[in-house]
C-alpha cells in the first residue's frame, strides 16, 4: 500500500546538468500533480496530467517537461537545471479533481 | 494564479493552548481542504469541506466552510506536541479548471512545552 512514490528523495545537481524525477503512484488515480515548494511561497503547481497521455502546464511551468506515458508514472525532468530551481518537489495524485490529494514525500534538489 | 490569503503566517503557542487559522478569497470555492505537513515529508489530508456551512471534526481537529464560500477555518483544540507542523489550506475554485487545487502558503505551528 505505497500509496505516491517519489524518486529520488535528494539530488545536488551542477548547473547545467540535466535530471528526471520519477513519481509513481498505485491507486489508479487519473490526475496527477507536480509541485514546488519554497519557503514563504507555499506550494506552486508546475505541471500535471488529467490522463494517461496528458500534460498540461500549471503556475511556474519554465524550465520544466513532463511526461505521463504511463497512468501510474508522471515524470518531471529539468533539462537545464539552474540555482533558482533548487526546491523541494512534491508529486500528487488524485482519482478526481475535487477529491483530496495524496502527496509523495518529496524530493530535495539543490543545484549549485 | 488565484491566491489564498492564510493566517496566521506562524503561531507560537503553549502546549493545551486551543489554534485557530483560516483561509480567505476573494473567489468562490467549491471545496476546501486542510493539509498538514511534518518535517521532511508531503501533505496529509486532515479534513475535506464540500458544502458551504459545513462543520466537520476530526479528533481534536474542526474545520468550517465559510457561508460566503470565500473562506474557510480549522481549529485546534489542546494543542499537544505532535501538532507541530505546516498548515495549508487548499480550495478547488468555482468553475475551476482542471489544474486542479489553488494552496494558501501554510501556517507555521510551533509548540512550546
Known amino acids: 500500500n505505497a500509496g505516491v512514490t517519489q524518486t529520488p528523495k535528494f539530488r545536488v545537481l551542477k548547473t547545467g546538468q540535466s535530471m528526471t524525477l520519477l513519481c509513481a503512484q498505485d491507486?489508479?488515480?487519473?490526475?496527477m500533480y507536480w509541485y514546488r515548494q519554497d519557503p514563504g511561497m507555499g506550494l506552486r503547481l508546475i505541471h500535471y496530467?488529467?490522463?494517461?497521455?496528458?500534460?498540461a502546464k500549471g503556475e511556474v511551468p519554465d524550465g520544466y517537461n513532463v511526461s505521463r506515458l504511463k497512468k501510474q508514472n508522471f515524470l518531471l525532468g529539468l533539462e537545464s537545471a539552474a540555482p533558482s530551481q533548487t526546491s523541494v518537489y512534491f508529486c500528487?495524485?488524485?482519482?478526481?479533481?475535487?477529491?483530496?490529494?495524496?502527496f509523495g514525500s518529496g524530493t530535495r534538489l539543490t543545484v549549485v | 494564479g488565484q491566491q489564498l490569503n492564510q493566517s496566521p503566517q506562524s503561531m507560537f503557542i503553549q502546549e493545551g493552548e486551543d489554534v485557530s487559522m483560516n483561509c480567505t478569497s476573494s473567489?468562490?470555492?467549491?471545496?476546501w481542504l486542510w493539509y498538514k505537513q511534518d518535517p521532511g515529508e508531503g501533505p496529509v489530508l486532515l479534513i475535506a469541506?464540500?458544502?458551504?456551512?459545513e462543520l466537520t471534526s476530526n479528533g481534536r481537529l474542526t474545520a468550517q466552510f465559510g457561508i460566503t464560500r470565500k473562506d474557510s477555518f480549522l481549529n485546534i483544540s489542546a494543542s499537544i506536541p505532535s501538532d507541530v507542523g505546516i498548515y495549508f489550506c487548499?480550495?478547488?475554485?468555482?468553475?475551476?479548471?482542471?489544474?486542479?487545487?489553488?494552496f494558501g502558503k501554510g501556517t507555521h505551528l510551533i509548540i512550546q512545552p
Open positions: 500528487a495524485s488524485s482519482y478526481w479533481q475535487t477529491y483530496g490529494y495524496t
Open positions: 491507486m489508479n488515480h487519473e490526475y
Open positions: 496530467s488529467v490522463g494517461e497521455g496528458t500534460t
Open positions: 473567489s468562490i470555492f467549491n471545496t
Open positions: 469541506l464540500y458544502k458551504a456551512g
Open positions: 487548499a480550495g478547488l475554485l468555482s468553475g475551476g479548471g482542471a489544474d486542479g487545487l489553488t
